[in-house]
C-alpha cells in the first residue's frame, strides 16, 4: 500500500460466533492490521477505521445460519471497533439479500437478524443515522439478455460490455446527487482465475476509459474509504467534482504515507510531527516515508523514531534503540536532494 496500490479493508468469515467471541475477534484482528499501518488513520490523533465485508454474506446472521455468523447485533459491534462502513452486497440467490436494493443507506441494528433489511437513504443535507452505513453494488435485472445483474466478476459471471448499462441503470447515488454514480463490483480473486488473469478485467477497464473520460462524464477510481468519504461530502452538501473529496471524513490510513518491516505503533502523524514506536527485536530495521524529510531509516534495532518538520527542513529528529542507522534525507534545504547520515543510537539531532 505504501507504493500507492489501494487499501486494505477487513473482510471476514466466522461461525457459531457470540456478541463476546465476535467481539473480541474483530477487536484484536483490527489492532493486528494495525501494526503494519492499515485500517488506522494518519493523523494527530490515530483512529482505527474499516470497511467490511462478510464472508458468505453473512452480515449480522443474515443467512440465519450459525454456521455462517451467529451474531444478530454485528452492525453494533462493527460500528464500535471502528467500521465506516459495509461492503457486502447485493447476495442475490441467498437469504442474506436486503429488501432494499441499489443503495447507500443507514442501518440500525436490532436483536434480530438481518437488520440491514431496511434502513434510511443517505442524502444531501441528511444526517447520519443508525448503526452502519450500508454501501451495496448494482443490481439489475436485464430482461433483453436475461441476464440478472449482480455486480459480481466471477467464473460464473464473465464480464461482457453490456454489462456496463446494467451497472449505470441500477443508478447507485446520495438522494439528491444523482450525478455521482457509484458502481461497486467484487470478485473472489484466485476462485475465478479464469476472470482474473484473463482480459477480462483490462477489456472491462479499457471499456469504462472509452465511454466515461469523454465529455459530459468523469470516470474516477476510488478505493471504499474514499467511496464513502465522498458519499459523505455530497450528504454534507458538497457538489461539482468528487475527486477532491477522497479525504472528506476519513484519513489516508498510515501504510500509504509510511512502511515498516517490523509490527510498529503509530503515535502520531500529522503534516509536521510524526512517532512511531516499533516491536523490533533485532537489527535490520527498515522504516520508510514518502512525504517527509525523513527519507528511510536502516539498521540497528530501531525502537522509536519521532520527528518534527517544516517544509523540507527538519526541526528535531530523535531516533532510540541500540546499534548503527543509516538516516537518508529527502530535500532537505541547503542539503542537496538527498543526504545520507550514519549515526549510533540513541540519536538526537535539532
Known amino acids: ?16 460466533d457470540t456478541s463476546e467471541s465476535f467481539t473480541k475477534n474483530i477487536f484484536e484482528g483490527v489492532s493486528w492490521f494495525n501494526q503494519a499501518g492499515a485500517m488506522i488513520s494518519a493523523e494527530s490523533i490515530p483512529h482505527k477505521r474499516y470497511g467490511y465485508i462478510a464472508g458468505n454474506w453473512a452480515l449480522d446472521n443474515g443467512r440465519r445460519n450459525p454456521a455462517y455468523s451467529g451474531v444478530n447485533n454485528e452492525l453494533k459491534i462493527l460500528n464500535n471497533a471502528g467500521c465506516y462502513a459495509d461492503f457486502t452486497f447485493p447476495a442475490i440467490g441467498t437469504n442474506a439479500q436486503p429488501r432494499k436494493v441499489n443503495s447507500i443507506y443507514y442501518a440500525t441494528d436490532t436483536a434480530k437478524p438481518k437488520s440491514y433489511n431496511k434502513g434510511t437513504n443517505v442524502a444531501v443535507n441528511g444526517i447520519s443515522s ?65 476472470v482474473v488473469l484473463s482480459n477480462q478485467l483490462s477489456d472491462m477497464l479499457y471499456d469504462l476509459e472509452k465511454r466515461f473520460k469523454v465529455p459530459p462524464f468523469h470516470l ?43 509490527p510498529y505503533v503509530l503515535e502520531k502523524y500529522s503534516k509536521d510531527h510524526v512517532i512511531v514506536s516499533t516491536k523490533s527485536m533485532s537489527d535490520g530495521t527498515v522504516i520508510c516515508f514518502n512525504e517527509s524529510p525523513v527519507r528511510i531509516l536502516r539498521g540497528g534495532n530501531i525502537r522509536r523514531v519521532e520527528f518534527r518538520y517544516s517544509d523540507d527542513l527538519i526541526k528535531q529528529l530523535k531516533v532510540d534503540g541500540k546499534g548503527r542507522c543509516v538516516i537518508t534525507y529527502r530535500g532537505q534545504q541547503n542539503l542537496g536532494a538527498e543526504v545520507v547520515n550514519e549515526v549510533n543510537l540513541p540519536y538526537v539531532q535539532g
Open 1 to 16: 500500500m505504501f507504493k500507492g496500490l489501494g487499501e486494505i479493508e477487513f473482510h471476514l468469515h466466522h461461525s457459531y
Open 130 to 194: 443508525g448503526d452502519l452505513m450500508i454501501f451495496q453494488g448494482p443490481l439489475y435485472v436485464d430482461w433483453k439478455h436475461k441476464y440478472t445483474e449482480s455486480a459480481a466478476l466471477e467464473s460464473f459471471a464473465p464480464y461482457r460490455a453490456r454489462r456496463i448499462d446494467n451497472w449505470i441503470r441500477a443508478g447507485i447515488h446520495v438522494a439528491g446527487r444523482p450525478e455521482w454514480i457509484f458502481v461497486k463490483l467484487h470478485t473472489h480473486g484466485m476462485q475465478s482465475k479464469d
Open 220 to 262: 474516477h477510481y476510488v478505493t471504499a474509504r474514499e467511496a464513502y468519504n465522498i458519499s459523505k461530502a455530497a450528504e454534507a452538501g458538497e457538489s461539482g467534482d468528487p475527486n477532491i473529496y477522497r479525504n472528506f471524513v476519513i484519513a489516508e490510513p498510515v501504510n500509504k504515507k509510511m512502511f515498516c518491516n517490523r
